[in-house]
Structure formats: C-alpha cells, structure tokens
C-alpha cells in the first residue's frame, strides 16, 4: 500500500519529483544505510547521522543506552529521519543551474524504545544485515548483557516521501551557444578490498559478502 500524502510531505517545489509509492521509497531506503535523525533538544534542533535497518514498515536505529540523541527521542517528541543517495553532479552552463541527481526519503513520526527482547534482537541484526547483507548468519548473536546495554529505537514507516532528480542540467535557451561543457558526473559506492584486522584466527578468508560487497542495484 502506498503512503499517504500529508502537510508535511507534501512538496512545495519541485513536485514531478515527488514519490509516495511504497516500492521507490522502500527502494531507497534498503539502498542507503545512513540515515540522519533529527529532534529538538533544549529548544533547538539537533541532526545525528546513524546506521539504520528495516523491517517491514519500520525502521530501526540503535545505540548505546546513555546515548543522548536515541533517549531524547525516545521521550515521545517528533521526529525526521532523512535518507539521502547521491547518483550524479550536475554540470551547467550557468552558475545558478547547477544541481544534482539524487533519490532521497524524509520520515515524520514518533519513535518508541523496544523493550521486548525478541524484537530488540530482530532490530540488531536487521541493522547488521541492511548494512552487509549475509553478515548476521556468520557472527555471534547479541548476549543479554549486550541487548540490555542496546537501545533501539523503531519508527513506524507511515508518514514519508521520496523525492528523486534524474537527467542533465536545466540550461537557458541562450546560454546553450556559449563554448562550456554541460552534463552529469555519475556518482557510484564502490567498495575496497576487505582488510582483515590480523587478531584471532588470521587463516579466516574474507566472506563473499566481503570479498564482493556492494549495495542493492536501483
């Protein structure tokens, strides 16, 4: 089911850009790992970039549990949760038109701490999942003592949109004869060869999901 529009996601700008479809929005949130988690904190506005993990139609974040930013948040306050890929740079010929080519998701709501246990864990290695995918099958689960030291967080993934630029530069008709080169700089994540740490048993060979990694193609 697709996401409803509301005053807060509606866009002002730009609004060909907008998505509110279930499949583009959940697209890009599976391909991006960063999110920033944005909240009001002694009257003023506080962003914090942090790893995130989904299921279903929530998103999980998860940190210490002195963390500051995850315990105000928790409160009951609202709050914004921003996604945000990169896929080009774009080149005009004027100053003013250039831009960028991007896919990106704002989320509005209300985070609630998960206390159950069984969830708490879900959450964990969903987190570790979104960002290697295969890495939970081959690590050592949460213990108690370390799901107790764990907050997490979840937001349901109700009020949201996606806004997304594609193509070259917007030009004036009269700036196309100047002798200037106009177009787009793909931008990709690419990933280095695995560095193993050199601790335990360094006979170990990287994993696939390593040795390959890469994220989820659009």
């Known amino acids: 089911m697709d996401l409803a529009v509301t005053d807060r996601t509606r866009l002002r700008r730009k609004k060909e850009r907008g998505h509110f479809d279930w499949a583009t929005v959940s697209a890009i949130l599976d391909e991006g790992f960063v999110c920033h988690l944005g909240f009001v904190d002694d009257g003023g506005p506080v962003v914090i970039p942090t790893a995130y993990g989904r ?36 080149l005009a010929r004027s100053a003013f038109h250039h831009s960028m080519n991007y896919r990106s998701v704002v989320l509005f709501g209300r985070a609630t701490k998960v206390e159950d246990v069984d969830e708490k864990r879900r959450a964990m ?27 997490v967080l979840r937001l349901p993934i109700v009020e949201a949109s996606a806004k997304v630029r594609t193509g070259g530069p917007i030009e004036e008709p009269e700036d196309l004869s100047l002798p200037i080169w106009g177009g787009e700089i793909p931008l990709t ?12 048993d360094t006979r170990v060979p990287a ?12």
Not at 125 to 151: F, N, Q
Not at 207 to 218: C, F, I, M, N, Q
Request: proline residues 6%.
């Open 55 to 90: 299921i279903d139609r929530d998103l999980y974040v998860h940190g210490a549990s002195a963390n500051h930013a995850l315990r105000t948040t928790a409160s009951g306050m609202e709050a914004c949760v921003t996604v945000t890929l990169a896929d080009g740079i774009v």
């Open 125 to 151: 290695l969903a987190i570790v999942d979104h960002v290697v995918p295969g890495r939970s099958t081959d690590t050592r689960g949460p213990t108690e003592e370390e799901l107790r030291a764990t907050l």
């Open 189 to 200: 994540l690419n990933a280095g060869q695995p560095v193993a740490d050199g601790q335990g």
């Open 207 to 218: 994993p696939a999901y390593a040795a390959a990694y890469r994220r989820p193609v659009r």
